[in-house]
C-alpha cells in the first residue's frame, strides 16, 4: 500500500480488526511459501481431527519491543512492532444451526505440537468458571480470554445470551518464553476466535485489547499492556508508539524515508524464560515493586494522607499516576518532567532496598495491610524492596522513549544536511538510545542475563548501533539496530562467539522451515 500522507490519517485505519483474505495481505513475500506450507498443514490437520472443515482462522502476531521496557505496568508509553511469527487459531463451532441451547458450552482445543500440547476437551458452565493461575496449563490461555470475552458479550446482549461451542486447533510459531509475546499473541487470538464464533460481525481493537489485557493477567503474570496492543494494532511496515493515558490509544510510526539501510535484527539467547515459575522473585516482584516507588513518592513527597487516584495499573498505583499527581499544575514539557523525576528519586530514595517494615512506617499502613494491598494477588519472594533501582529505570527508560520516538518522527534536524555524516550521526544516536537501555535493565532493573549481554556485546562489536533485549528478559531476544550491509557479519560473528562456543553443550540446532524456527536438541539443557 502506498503510504499514506500524515499519521491522522492512519490512525483512522485502525479502528476495527482488518479482515485478511489473502496469505499476501498478511505476510511479508519471502516468508509466503513457508507460510502456505503452514497454513495448508493447519487446516488438513484441523479435519483430520474433527473431521470437518475449520469456518475460519483467527491470526495475532508476536511482537518485538524496540525501546520501552519494563514501563507499560507503570503506564509509559512503548514502542513495540508486529513480526510474521505469529499464532493461529483455525476454528468451527459444530452447533451451526445457532447458539447452543444452555449455559453449557463444549471446547475441544487441540494444537499442533501435539506432544509438547495435548489436546483438551471440556464443557464449562460459562458463567462459572474458575482458572487455576497455580497450575500451568497450556489452555489457560484460551480459558481466561473465553470466560473474559463471554462475561463481556453478556453484558451487551443480555442475561439470555448463549454461548456457542468451538473446535479449536492451534498453530503458534512465536517461541514460548522468548520475550516476543508468544502468550499475549495466544490470547487475542482467543478472544477475537470467540468473539467470532459468537456472530460478532466487527471487533473493536481499543475493545480487543483492553479485554486481553486483563485477562492474560489470570494466568498468572500481572502485566501490563504492550503486548496485547502491539499484537492487534500494528500495522505491517510499522513500529506503533502505545500509550496508556489517559487510557489505552495507539498510533503507527514508520521509519524517515530518509533512514535507509538500517534493518532490526531479533537473535535468541535460547535460555527459556518461564515468567511462571520466577514470578515471585522476577516480573511480578518488579511490578509490585514500581507501584510501591509511586506509593513511597507520594507519600514522602506530596506530603499527604490521602492515597493516590487509583489507576488501570496492574495493582491500581503507578509511578505515571504519581507523576501526574507531582506536575498537577506545571507546564514543563514531559521529558523535563521525566528529567526532573530521576533526580527526584535521587535525593529521595536513597537506600538501597526497603523492607516492609521500613515501607509500612513511611505510608502510614500496617505490614499485613501492606501485605494485602500489594502481594495478595501474585505472591512476591524477596526481603528488601529495591524502590530507588526500579524507579529510576523506569523514569530514565520513559525518557529515553520520548527521545527515540522524537528522532524517528521529526528527523529533519539529521536529515535535511543529506546522507553521508547526517545519517550515520542519526543512526548511532538511536542506537545509544537502545544501548542505554540495555545497560538499564541490565544495572538496575536486573532483568537482563550474561547470555543476552554476551549477545548485544558480540553484535555491538561486529557493528550493532544499538543492541538489547526485548520483552520481559532474564532470557528470551534481544533486539538489534543493525546496517543492513553489517547483519550477514553481526550473524556471523555470533554463530562463531555465541551460538557454536557459548551454547556449545547443545548438541545441534536444526532450522525447520515449515515452522520457520529453530528446534534446539540439547541433552544438557533440556529446559532451554
Ligand atoms: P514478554 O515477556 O515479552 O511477554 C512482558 C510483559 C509486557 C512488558 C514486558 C517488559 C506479559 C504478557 N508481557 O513481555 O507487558 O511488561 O514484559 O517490557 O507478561
Ligand atoms: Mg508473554
Redesign the pocket.
Known sequence: LPLPASYSEIAMMTEVVPVAHTLEDIYPPDAIPSQLNRWTHLLQTFKSIYLHPATFVARSPGRV?IIG??V??SLYPVLPMAITADCLLAVSIPDELGPASSTTLKVCLANVQRDKFPQREFELQYDDMEIDSNVHEWTNYFKCALRDTLKSLRTVRGSDFRPASMNVLLDSVVPVGG???S??AFTTASILAVMVSNGEKSVNKTALTELAIVS?RAVG?N?????QSASVFSLRGNALYVDFIPSLHARPVYFPRTCPRVSFVIAQSFVA?D?YTTGPVY?NLRVVECSLAAAYLHAVVNETSKPLPTDSSPLGISLRGFHKAYFASSTKPFNMQLLELVDLVKSTLTKDGYTREELSVALNISVVELKMRYESVFPVRTAMFKLRQRALHVFSEALRVQQFIQLLEHPAGFMSHDIGDSTETYNKKLGSLMNATQDSCRDLYQCSCPELDKLCAIARRAGSYGSRLT??GWG?CSVHLVPTDRVEAVKAAWEKEYYNSVLDEISHRRYNPLRGSWLLVSPHRTKR
Do not use: P
Open positions: 519491543n521496557e519494563h507499560d505496568y520475550g516476543l509475546s502468550s499475549a492474560e503474570v502485566s501490563g499492556g504492550m503486548d524464560a515468567k516480573y520483552g520481559a528470551g
